[in-house]
T-cell receptor, first 112, second 116 residues
Framework: DAKTTQPPSMDCAEGRAANLPCNHS???????VYWYRQIHSQGPQYIIH???NNETNEMASLIITEDRKSSTLILPHATLRDTAVYYC?????????????FGTGTRLTVIP | GAGVSQSPSNKVTEKGKDVELRCDPI?????LYWYRQSLGQGLEFLIY????????KSGLPSDRFSAERTGGSVSTLTIQRTQQEDSAVYLC??????????????FGPGTRLLVL
C-alpha cells in the first residue's frame, strides 16, 4: 500500500471550511483514497473514500487531483465536534488483504 | 443495528499478567481486524480474520500476542505476560468481507489497556 504524508496539525475557525491535504505520490492505479477520523477516546470513524472522481457525502467532500498524487478532505462548515485526528489512507482492496495502514494523521483543532 | 462492541472498555493489569480483550463485530461481517494505538501514535495493524481462512498474523508484535475468532463471530485478543510497552488502546474493526465490494472498516470504541 502506498504511503501518505499529512501535516501533523491544523487549526480551523468554527464555521469555516477545513481543508486537510494529503500527499500520496506513489499511489497505484488500483488504490483507493480513504479518510477516517478519530475523535478523542473513540475508535476511528469512516468519512469518505474515492478512486479518481471527487466525492461528496453528508460529512465531507474529497477532492482528488487529476494525477491522483494528492487529495484534500474538505469539511465545509467545521464545528467544535470536528476536532479530531484525520487519517488519509491509500490502499488496494483485495479479498485477502484488507487491513488499513494508518499513519499519524493530522490533528485538526476547530477554534471557537 | 448495533455497531462493533469491545470489552472491557478499560483494563489495568500488573506486569506479567495475562489479559483477554473481546470484540463483537457487526452481525454478518465476516472480516475482523485488531489494531492497537499507542499514545500519540497512529494505528498499528495486528491481525486479520476473514471467514474460515487462516488469519493474517503478520502484525502481531511478539509470540505473547494471540487471537482467536470462534464461530466466525466474536474474537478474543490475548496478551500473555504483559509488559509496560503493551499499554495502548486496542481497537477492533469489522467489515462485510464480500469479495469485489469496496470495503469500509467499522471500528469499535477500543479497550484501553494499562500495564503497571
Amino acid at each position: 500500500d502506498a504511503k501518505t504524508t499529512q501535516p501533523p496539525s491544523m487549526d480551523c475557525a468554527e464555521g469555516r471550511a477545513a481543508n486537510l491535504p494529503c500527499n500520496h505520490s506513489t499511489i497505484s492505479g488500483n488504490e483507493y483514497v480513504y479518510w477516517y477520523r478519530q475523535i478523542h477516546s473513540q475508535g476511528p470513524q469512516y468519512i469518505i473514500h474515492g478512486l479518481k472522481n471527487n466525492e461528496t457525502n453528508e460529512m465531507a467532500s474529497l477532492i482528488i487531483t487529476e494525477d491522483r498524487k494528492s487529495s484534500t478532505l474538505i469539511l465545509p462548515h467545521a464545528t467544535l465536534r470536528d476536532t479530531a485526528v484525520y487519517y488519509c489512507i491509500v490502499r488496494v482492496w483485495w479479498a485477502g488483504a484488507n487491513n488499513l495502514f494508518f499513519g499519524t494523521g493530522t490533528r485538526l483543532t476547530v477554534i471557537p | 443495528g448495533a455497531g462493533v462492541s469491545q470489552s472491557p472498555s478499560n483494563k489495568v493489569t500488573e506486569k506479567g499478567k495475562d489479559v483477554e480483550l473481546r470484540c463483537d463485530p457487526i452481525s454478518g461481517h465476516t472480516a475482523l481486524y485488531w489494531y492497537r494505538q499507542s499514545l500519540g501514535q497512529g494505528l498499528e495493524f495486528l491481525i486479520y480474520f476473514q471467514g474460515n481462512s487462516a488469519p493474517d498474523k503478520s502484525g502481531l508484535p511478539s509470540d505473547r500476542f494471540s487471537a482467536e475468532r470462534t464461530g466466525g463471530s466474536v474474537s478474543t485478543l490475548t496478551i500473555q505476560r504483559t509488559q509496560q510497552e503493551d499499554s495502548a488502546v486496542y481497537l477492533c474493526a469489522s467489515s462485510s468481507g464480500l469479495a469485489g465490494v469496496q470495503e469500509t472498516q467499522y471500528f469499535g470504541p477500543g479497550t484501553r489497556l494499562l500495564v503497571l
